[in-house]
């Protein structure tokens, strides 16, 4: 790849590059050779492995002038996360391809990378290798390991009666993009701004959550709100053959959610990117009683019945499918 400049005019060879961000990265012991050989060396997972791959590309899901370097790094690592979550796992190493374009600076891949090893000492994940390479757009790829010690939550394990659930709020990230991005004007509430805003730039994988879920028996049926909870929720419909109602009324959303949209419900039930998560269990589970044993809020929104069809119970207005990665964002 051609060179990259610094804030002092030095130019960095790839190499050069790589050396430079990863500097300051630390491992745990379960990783016997990090970064600096043709493979990293892990220890033998003490369960099943799990693992999952996912990527961040300039203008297509962020753009560096809405955020700090430090935000989008965090955030490629989240959205790996977030998958770790909904299966109940540990995270434990990720290997990192970075796709540089020309323009970028050099100080601003040593922001992506601060934001990325602080996201990953948060999740205790070990970075063990990766890769950079010459691209026409800017993007971070990563290629995340987890562990679990007892059954996933999987997509096809959702059975007539089971009740629906979903942890947080929803929309505030749809709206927060769409602000962002141009979509919808700015609105005068600057504090219901700010809060959607972080919501899309600031996402937090529901790792503890997703743990104690997957502790529940019989094991839920699970998936995160990446694309939104229709699309999602679909997802776990086709794996598992059935149908759902959703009760529009019961879709939590966020006070500055309803102080910008109101009743206006179609960014919360087609909006993606919140990172919550939706989990299938059998009756007898209350609100109250999962919101303590997961440490967050949780929302029973509906139940899962016989046949293939989503019904929304209550909407006053058809509902489109969720963010699809091969289509234009509306």
Known sequence: MSKLRGASGRSFSEFELIARLS???R?????ILGIGDDCA????????????????VESVHFDLRWGTPEQIGARALT??????????????ACVVNLAVRDGISASTLDGIYEGLRKAAREAS?????GNVTRARELSITIALLGEIGRDAMRRDAARPGDEIFVTGTLGDAAIGWRILAGKIKPPKDRAARKFVVER??????RLYAGERLASLQPTPAAIDVSDGLMQDLGHILERSGVGAEIDASRIPVSAAYRALMGDNLAHALTGGEDY??????????SEAALS?????????????????RLKVIGASAPIAAGWDQLRSRG
Do not use: W, Y
């Open 200 to 205: 899309f730039l600031n996402p937090q994988a």
């Open 125 to 129: 994940t070990d970075i063990v290798g």
């Open 292 to 308: 303590r044993r997961l440490r967050i809020a949780v929302h029973r929104i509906g139940t899962i019945v016989r046949g293939k």
């Open 27 to 31: 491992v745990s012991r379960r990783t």
């Open 41 to 56: 060396i892990l220890a033998r997972p003490r369960g099943q492995t799990l693992f999952t791959i996912d990527s961040l």
């Open 23 to 25: 500097k300051g990265i």
């Open 79 to 92: 959205v790996n996360l977030s998958d770790i979550a909904a299966m109940g796992g540990r995270p434990t």
């Open 276 to 285: 919550e998560l939706i989990f299938c269990v059998q009756p007898g589970h």
